[in-house]
C-alpha cells in the first residue's frame, strides 16, 4: 500500500529557508500516472494549496507563494521536496504532501509535518 | 476561482442527514471538483471527485452533485464518526480550496 511521510525540521527562524522532503513508499514516484502535490494548513485555519509536481519535474504553483516556494523530484531516492525561502509567522503551519490523481484530486495523504517558524 | 462553503458549521444529531454547500466564482469546466473529510488531528480524506464519483473505500452514505458552479455534499444517516471539517476542492493546474465545513454530531 502507497504510503507518504513528510520529514524536516520541525522549527525554522524568521527569514531562512524551510525544507521539506516527502518520502514515498509502497510504489514509485516515478509512476507516469500520478502527479504530487503539496499543501499546508496554518493552525486552526484551513487547507493552502502550495504547488504539484510531475516525475518529469514539470511544475505548478500557487501564484501568492511562486515566488518563494520550489519542488523538485528525485525519482531515485522516491522522494520530492519542498523549499520555501524568507519564511515568516504567517508560513507556520503543517505541511502535508499528497499523492494528485490527474483530474481527480488527492487521493492519498502523508500524516503532516508541523513547522513553526520563530526565534 | 473562489469557492465558498456554506454553512461555516452544522451541528445535528446521529441518524439525520446533512447537507453541505460549495459555490464557485465562476464556472468550472468539467465538474473538477472533490470533496474531503478531515477529522480533528488527522490528514484529509478524498470521499468525492469529479464532484460525484466515491473515493475507494467511501461508504455510499457520502454523495456529492452539482454542476457548474453550485455542488453538494450530501451524507445521510449521520455517525458521530463523521464529525470533522469538510472541505471542497477545485483541482485543475492551479488547485483552491474551499474555507471549510465544521460538522458536529452530538
Known amino acids: 500500500q502507497l504510503q507518504l511521510q513528510e520529514s524536516g525540521p520541525g522549527l525554522v527562524k524568521p527569514s531562512e529557508t524551510l525544507s521539506l522532503t516527502c518520502t514515498v513508499s509502497?510504489?514509485?514516484?516515478?509512476?507516469?500516472?500520478?502527479?504530487w502535490g503539496w499543501i499546508r494548513q496554518p493552525p486552526g485555519k484551513g487547507l493552502e494549496w502550495i504547488g504539484t509536481?510531475?516525475?518529469?519535474?514539470?511544475?505548478f504553483y500557487n501564484p501568492s507563494l511562486r515566488s518563494r516556494a520550489t519542488l523538485s523530484i528525485d525519482t531515485s531516492k522516491n522522494q520530492m521536496s519542498l523549499k520555501l525561502t524568507s519564511v515568516t509567522a504567517a508560513d507556520t503551519a503543517v505541511y502535508y504532501c499528497?499523492?494528485?490523481?490527474?483530474?481527480?484530486?488527492?487521493?492519498?495523504w502523508g500524516q503532516g509535518t508541523l513547522v513553526s517558524v520563530s526565534t | 476561482v473562489v469557492l465558498t462553503q456554506s454553512p461555516d458549521t452544522l451541528s445535528l444529531s446521529p441518524g439525520e442527514g446533512a447537507t453541505l454547500s460549495c459555490w464557485a466564482s465562476?464556472?468550472?469546466?468539467?465538474?473538477?471538483l472533490a470533496w474531503y473529510q478531515q477529522r480533528p488531528g488527522q490528514a484529509p480524506r478524498l470521499l468525492i471527485s469529479?464532484?460525484?464519483k466515491r473515493a475507494t473505500g467511501v461508504p455510499d452514505r457520502f454523495s456529492g452533485s452539482g454542476s457548474g458552479t453550485d455542488f453538494t455534499l450530501t451524507i445521510s444517516r449521520l455517525e458521530p464518526e463523521d464529525s470533522g471539517v469538510y472541505y471542497c476542492?477545485?483541482?485543475?493546474?492551479?488547485?483552491?480550496f474551499g474555507q471549510g465545513t465544521k460538522l458536529e454530531i452530538k
Open positions: 499528497a499523492r494528485v490523481v490527474p483530474v481527480g484530486g488527492n487521493d492519498i
Open positions: 509502497g510504489g514509485s514516484i516515478g509512476n507516469s500516472d500520478h502527479f
Open positions: 509536481i510531475y516525475y518529469t519535474g514539470r511544475t
Open positions: 465562476r464556472r468550472l469546466d468539467n465538474n473538477y
Open positions: 469529479g464532484a460525484s
Open positions: 476542492q477545485h483541482y485543475s493546474s492551479l488547485d483552491i
